[in-house]
Structure formats: structure tokens, C-alpha cells
């Protein structure tokens, strides 16, 4: 089982980034996916929500209206497109895969900065 995320990087403030993880070795259509983040000193906290199909989407308040997640079953892939980015959405973003089990992976850092 993998996921890997990529797209991270460093943005200035008002800039955009899209973030993405490639699943593998399990089936990606029936997990649930979200994206987490920890800055640093801190917890990691859910961003980000999308059911197996799609259908449901969760955000968390501070990202509403910037930050969209999407996923593609064919490609085994999903996203996050992230907006607007403001200096305090500087963390390590993290892919989750949640179903009969839960799958983490190594995460991407993202920093938001002038």
C-alpha cells in the first residue's frame, strides 16, 4: 500500500498550489479520502473531505471557499486545489485513505510565505 503526495512547495501569499496522491495496493474507489495538515508545534488536523464516490465533501472552515478536493477513481488519484493561500495554511499537507483500514502517507510540506 502507498499513497504518495506531491505538488507541495513554497507560494507567496494570495498564490495557488495543487496537491495530489497517487494511491496503489489497495482499492482506492471504496476509501474515503481526505487531506490533513500539521504545522509545526501543532497536531494534525483534517483540511479536507471526500466519500469513495465523490458525492460528500467535508471542509474545514478556515479552508471554505479556497481549498477544493477532487478525486479521480480511474487514476487512483486525488487532489487538493488550494487557493488564496495565506501564511497560516503553511504546514505538511498529509493523504489519508480511510476504509476497512486506514492509510497515511509521507506527506508534502507546503510553505506560504513572502
Known amino acids: 500500500v502507498q499513497l504518495v503526495e506531491s505538488g507541495g512547495g513554497l507560494v507567496q501569499p494570495g498564490g495557488s498550489l495543487r496537491l495530489s496522491c497517487l494511491a496503489s495496493?489497495?482499492?482506492?474507489?471504496?476509501?474515503?479520502m481526505s487531506w490533513y495538515r500539521q504545522a509545526p508545534g501543532k497536531g494534525r488536523d483534517l483540511v479536507a473531505a471526500?466519500?469513495?464516490?465523490?458525492?460528500?465533501?467535508y471542509y474545514v472552515d478556515s479552508v471554505k471557499g479556497r481549498f477544493t478536493i477532487s478525486r479521480d477513481n480511474a487514476k487512483n488519484t486525488v487532489y487538493l486545489q488550494m487557493n488564496s493561500l495565506k501564511p497560516e495554511d503553511t504546514a505538511v499537507y498529509y493523504c489519508?485513505?480511510?476504509?476497512?483500514?486506514?492509510?497515511w502517507g509521507q506527506g508534502t510540506q507546503v510553505t506560504v510565505s513572502s
Open positions: 495496493g489497495f482499492a482506492f474507489s471504496s476509501f474515503a
Open positions: 489519508n485513505a480511510r476504509g476497512r483500514e486506514t492509510y
Open positions: 471526500m466519500s469513495n464516490t465523490g458525492g460528500s465533501t
